[in-house]
T-cell receptor
Framework: DTGVSQNPRHKITKRGQNVTFRCDPI?????LYWYRQTLGQGPEFLTY????????KSRLLSDRFSAERPKGSFSTLEIQRTEQGDSAMYLC??????????????FGPGTRLTVL | AQTVTQSQPEMSVQEAETVTLSCTYD???????LFWYKQPPSRQMILVIR??????QNATENRFSVNFQKAAKSFSLKISDSQLGDTAMYFC??????????FGQGTRLTINP
């Protein structure tokens, strides 16, 4: 088990382009979370999945953002028509949710997006 | 809404000294978890220590300990015998039952040789 992985690690794009990030959680973790971290700030929750179902989306997630988790394994986060304000680190975390209160979230290294 | 506030943007101490990072939070929930995460430069976030709100005893993990004051909604982290490898951003985080972590703004800690 190599932990949570994210690809690409860095992405530079021009304003108006579409970008897609991928997150591979720890195998058999049924929960997957996306957070966004802007420079000098703590991460903010974006959305999360339990298996393939997207259970909640933050109001931070505008219509230009879409996330999927087909088959309940890896997840993708797509941003359409990128804006400079989308520049941030996008973090993925996974956990094994068993219905009890606490389930540790393990974080990936993040994808740093720069929109020019 | 739940909020987490870290009032110290940066801190710097000498190696082997003890340092305390502050955190306050706001919630109307009675049961929750609190965490301190460490984010080294260009590396992923790792969990340092956690505290269950219904436990009065403060959590301890080796050189790391917390001072949890539930009534005051305060959750500070003490690092004893600080080491160069402790240099990192430290985030205080709150977890309600929904499991959605709420993070503070972070404290950049530098340990000087």
């Amino acid at each position: 088990d190599t932990g949570v992985s994210q690809n690409p690690r860095h992405k530079i794009t021009k304003r108006g382009q579409n970008v897609t990030f991928r997150c591979d959680p720890i195998s058999e973790h049924n929960r997957l979370y996306w957070y966004r971290q802007t420079l000098g700030q703590g991460p903010e929750f974006l959305t999360y999945f339990q298996n393939e179902a997207q259970l909640e989306k933050s109001r931070l997630l505008s219509d230009r953002f879409s996330a999927e988790r087909p088959k309940g394994s890896f997840s993708t986060l797509e941003i359409q028509r990128t804006e400079q304000g989308d520049s941030a680190m996008y973090l993925c975390a996974s956990s094994s949710f068993s219905g009890i209160f606490y389930n540790e979230q393990f974080f990936g290294p993040g994808t740093r997006l720069t929109v020019l | 809404a739940q909020t987490v506030t870290q009032s110290q943007p940066e801190m710097s101490v000498q190696e082997a000294e003890t340092v305390t990072l502050s955190c306050t939070y706001d919630t109307s929930e009675n049961n929750y978890y609190l965490f301190w995460y460490k984010q080294p430069p260009s590396r992923q976030m790792i969990l340092v220590i956690r505290q269950e709100a219904y436990k009065q005893q403060n959590a301890t993990e080796n050189r790391f300990s917390v001072n949890f004051q539930k009534a005051a909604k305060s959750f500070s982290l003490k690092i004893s015998d600080s080491q160069l490898g402790d240099t990192a951003m430290y985030f205080c985080a709150f977890m309600p039952y929904s499991q959605k972590l709420v993070f503070g703004q972070g404290t950049r800690l530098t340990i000087n040789p």
